[in-house]
């Protein structure tokens, strides 16, 4: 069964740094694009970021460039997101997603399997 698990969530204070990890399971890395999202309370779920099947193509919304990077490691069949510089506005349950072959898109309806999320807070 295919399935991604998110990890790495928690409550930090603005300026920190955490790192998200997305485990899969059931089906290899190397055949999917990872996208990770992020909904607020009231909000509407947003992407956050992606990396390709093959890796050599990134993708993030404006409001994290800079500060958020994806990676991934085949070996472990693992997805990162190390998120620095955090800031209140990034506090939001956080979803990693995946979709079959190589893809640029940060549109949740392009993906077909989610996690369950990891609540990230940012806080003093």
């Known amino acids: 069964q295919l399935q991604v698990v998110e990890s790495g969530g928690g409550l930090v204070q603005p300026g920190g740094s955490l790192r998200l990890s997305c485990v899969a399971s059931g089906f290899t890395l190397d055949e999917y694009t990872i996208g990770w999202f992020r909904q607020a309370p009231g909000k509407e779920r947003e992407g956050v970021s992606c990396i390709s099947n093959s890796g050599g193509s990134r993708n993030y919304t404006d409001s994290v460039k800079g500060r958020f990077t994806i990676s991934r490691d085949n070996a472990k069949n693992t997805v990162y997101l190390q998120m620095n510089s955090l800031k209140p506005g990034d506090t939001a349950v956080y979803y990693c997603?995946?979709?079959?072959?190589?893809?640029?898109?940060?549109?949740?309806?392009?993906?077909?399997?989610w996690g369950q999320g990891t609540q990230v807070t940012v806080s003093s």
């Open positions: 997603a995946a979709r079959r072959g190589g893809s640029y898109s940060l549109a949740s309806a392009d993906y077909d399997y």
